[in-house]
DNA sequence: TATTTGCTAAACCAAACGGTTATACATACT
DNA sequence: AGTATGTATAACCGTTTGGTTTAGCAAATA
């Protein structure tokens, strides 16, 4: 049964982002992922559960060893739910600049 | 001085999203906002504090009445630390596919 | 002036978070 | 067989989160 995190409260901590930027780069076990922090390798595990449970990592057990890989299919939703706002920011008559305006 | 809150972390919390989708729509006041979500006003008035303190969100006070605007700049910082990894989500090839193809 | 309205602030609370250390355990090495 | 390695799990802990209720206050209304 999986416990269908949610991504935005995955991609929150920025440990976790830099796990997923580590990763982009190259499958890699879980040891080295936790040798490019400053935290204890149960840290790291839990960071990296989080992440599998919403899909942004997959790990695959090879021997005594656990292979991470990002998905990064998880962060379309993302991507969308931001982008969906990209006209407000980009519009140069955007509510907001209207208001700095206003108070300048 | 601004407590410079993450905008990652300010829309982990999906009643902090949905209070931005309202907003994309019309300005409104804070209990306006409130109105549209089963919980105590003060709630709202933390959640829309931690939106202002990230620049999701400017009040303006008018009279008694805090009218909220979102202010959507702060989103371009998601947008694109997500889209980065775009190219390896819509890749065909994406190293996810094929550990998935593996285990089917 | 008295009352209502819109909102903030304070005190409180349970649950979740992000870390730790210690322990356990399966796999690989000697 | 015994030891070392890679990782998971458990127990624990302080802090943060997300909500509550109560009280307070300034602005609008009667």
Redesign the interface.
Known sequence: MKARR?V??A??D?TR?AI?GLL?QQ?LTLNTVAENFSMSQPAISKHMRILTECGLV?I?KQGRERHC?????A??E??Q???Q??R??TDRL???EQ?LNEEE
């Open positions: 949610d935005f409260q991609i929150a920025p982002r997923i982009a499958t997959i695959v890989t990002a998905s990064f299919k962060l379309e993302v991507a739910w931001a982008e706002y990209r407000f920011w955007d509510t907001l208001l």
